[in-house]
Nanobody, 119 residues
């Protein structure tokens, strides 16, 4: 069965940390990454990693706070989020594609995991 399954979302306090996990099964793509969408907003890129050259992309909103990593042996992608702020709550989606890290454009999506930030 081809799927991306996210986990690790939930409530966190401002300045807290959260680690998201995406387990990919039945598929193998060079580019895997994380996107997010908050109510009334467009889905936006957060961070991607390209297996072809190990390069990573991080959006301005997450740079310095969010870190992406991959466990290729187990087909898992992680997103470590530090110093979360009230601007970060959203549904976080895992996505995969062979070439790009952008929305629209990704070939496959997970169903998302909700992250909330409140004190």
């Amino acid at each position: 069965q081809v799927q991306l399954v996210e986990s690790g979302g939930g409530p966190v306090q401002p300045a807290g940390t959260l680690s998201l996990t995406c387990l990919a099964s039945g598929l193998s793509y060079a580019v895997m990454g994380w996107f997010r969408q908050s109510p009334g907003q467009e889905r936006e890129e957060v961070s991607c990693m390209n297996n072809r050259d190990g390069s990573t992309y991080s959006s301005a909103s997450g740079k310095g706070r969010f870190s992406i990593s991959r466990d290729n042996a187990n087909n898992i992608v992680y997103l470590q989020m530090n110093s979360l702020t009230p601007e970060d709550p959203a549904v976080y989606y895992c996505a995969a594609d062979d070439w790009v890290c952008q929305h629209p454009g990704m070939d496959f999506w997970g169903k998302g995991t909700l992250v909330t930030v409140s004190s």
